[in-house]
Every structure is written in C-alpha cells, then in structure tokens.
C-alpha cells in the first residue's frame, strides 16, 4: 500500500510517501531525520495488520513544505530519509 | 431569525425485519466527523439501524447522542454492544468505544459492501477534508490521498454558498443545472476568496443558479486533480455528504469521463459501516482468544 502524508495548497503539492509493502518498521529514518518528520506506529490503514511501519507524524503532516526545508536546501537528491531507506519505501512529491 | 439554508436533515433508520436480540454479535460503529456524526449498528453482519446528526462543539457528546438516537425504540442498550469501533476526527473521544480506527480503512472497508467488490477507486467528500481512496478486492486500502489542510472540494464549503446564495443545501445539485448555459468555474477554489468572487458575480447580476453552477464546477475541478495523484480505475464511487449534491457528482463524472458507482445504502454511512464491520470481525477474534485461553 502507497500511503501519502501531505497536502496540496496555494503554493504546491507536499506528500511523503511510504510503501508499506517496502517498509519493514526498522526505523532507520526515525532516526536520519533531522526535523523528525517520521515514526514508526501501528499500519492505521489496514487495522487487521500486526506488522509496525514508518508514518510521518500527525504534527508534521501539514507542514511538510516547511519541516523539509533544510535537506530541500542542500542537495534535494540526497535527502537523509530516502538515503537511509535500503529498502526504497520512501519517496518526495516534490 | 435567519433561515439557515445550509441546515440539513439530520435522520435514523432502522430495519424492522431484523430482531437484534436473536444476533449473536452486535457491532457498532461511530464515524464522528468534523460536521457530521454517524452511527451503525450492525446483527451479525446485517445492517441493522443507522444516524447521522450534526456534530456538536463536543465530541463525546455528539457520539453518544447519534448512538441513541440509532438505538430509539429499538430497545438497545450501549450496554447491548459487543464490539463498538470508533472513527472520524473524533475516533479518539468515543466514550463507549473498544477500539479506534482510521476513517481511511474504514471508509474503504465500508465502501466495499455498499458498492461491492469491484469499488476500486473511492472519493470520500466529507465535511471538512477530501480523500482520495484505492481499493483492492477485499476493501484493503492499496493507496491514498487526503486533503485537510484547505476547504476547497468540502462539505462546509457548499454550506458556505448555500447560505451565501440563500438556496437550501439540499436543493443546491440540481438548482446548479438550471443554467441556460455552463459557466466557466470560479477561479478560486479557496472557500473564502470563492465567496468574494461569488459576491462580485452576484453584483454583476449573475443569476444565483449560474453562480452556484461556477462554484460546483470549480469544486469538481479541484477534486479531479486530487484523483490523478492516485491512479484513477474504473469502478469509482463517492461518498460523505457530497454524493448527494448531483450538481458536483455529475460534474466530476464528466471531467473523468466515468459514471460513479451508486448504491441501495446512504452514502454518508460508509465510515460508521466500514467501522462496525471491523468491529464484528475484532468481536469474533477476541471471543476466539477468550476461549483459547
């Protein structure tokens, strides 16, 4: 499953998504985040699953535009979170 | 005082044929969104008895209330649930609830019974967010997309021109086709720079038919673009309070060159429905584990 977290307004579109079927639950861009945009929480969009996945937090979820503004800065294609992901569950909208 | 126009009806329903006391799982599900509350409650799998009301400034309350007024005179108690799920905004503040669960699954899993199993794509127009749901066969969600952070493509936002333009919400679909000719859509999509435009069109002596025909062209527009982030399949539905407004849904069916699906059930309960299906299914499988120990 592809969950997008993020918005669309005035000034663009803004989503992270995770590729839950990619996505182990390991952590590792908990952790590589510099704004701690992401955590690892129950799958809300499958309640039957028992398996954790990374979300990005509900705080974050409508300021995402802002809360990436540092990585988006220096390199956009080296971005910390899709870097520490081996498994290539995370990608950017913009 | 004023006639508020974008009052809408708030009702119950229950089936007379279904005896709730030979049932032996009663699940209930409680969607308590950000204008409206709805509640289901289901014997063994049956739908048995639906409400939707307003929701109130308090969220607790506003699910108890829906859940009595689903329960009047059938002689149910909240006592009588085995298994409630709660979900919308409010999932969290659902006093009797046993578990809660995200609109999200909850629209697609109800979604898949009112519409059946080959429901692919679901749009979900509710109050105060549009989501943009992809289903697979067994009303698993396989992607999906929301949008809360702005009022365009809401409920609230077509409450907010059925006051602007004095025409009752419930009228305002087919009201919106009574134009001699399709105008052009508002160019804001913004509830409120939507309103100001509106204002204008008004003063310039638009017909408020054509005004309303503008905004709920514009609406569908906005929606449409939310669909192609997610692949757009055949066999799409809408639901929340927006599928009944003919004058969006006909207009979205046209820019994507698609016919929406429609169902026997109201199409503001999929979340409570999709919330009491899962809550018969997490009864059965705590019973099970109750007996296993």
Known sequence: MIANYGYKDGAGEFYISVDTDKCTGCGDCVTACPSSVFEVRENEFDPMADEEMAAVTELQRKKLQFACTTCKANNNKLLPCINSCEFGAIAHSW | MAKEYWRWKEYNWQDENIDWREAETISAGVDVGSVSSQAVIMADGELFAYASMRTGSNSPKSAENVMKWCMEDTGLTIDDLHFTVGTGYGRVNVPFADK????????????????????????????????????????????????????????????????LL?????EIGELSFQVEEEPDPVSSTCVIFAKSEATGLLRDGWPKNKVLAAYSSAMAHRVVSLLQRIDIQEDFAITGGIAKNSGVVKRIEKELGLSALTTKYDSQIAGALGAALFGKVLCEKKRKKAAAV
């Open chain 2, 166 to 170: 004095s025409l009752p919400i419930e």
């Open chain 2, 100 to 163: 809660a669960i995200t609109e999200i699954a909850c629209h697609a899993r109800g979604a898949h019974k009112m519409y059946g199993k080959t429901i692919r794509t679901l749009l979900d127009m509710g109050g105060q967010d549009c989501k943009a749901i992809s289903v697979d066969e067994k009303g698993k969600v396989t992607n999906f997309l929301m949008n809360d952070k702005c009022a365009a493509g809401t409920g609230r936002g077509m409450e907010v021109f059925a006051d």
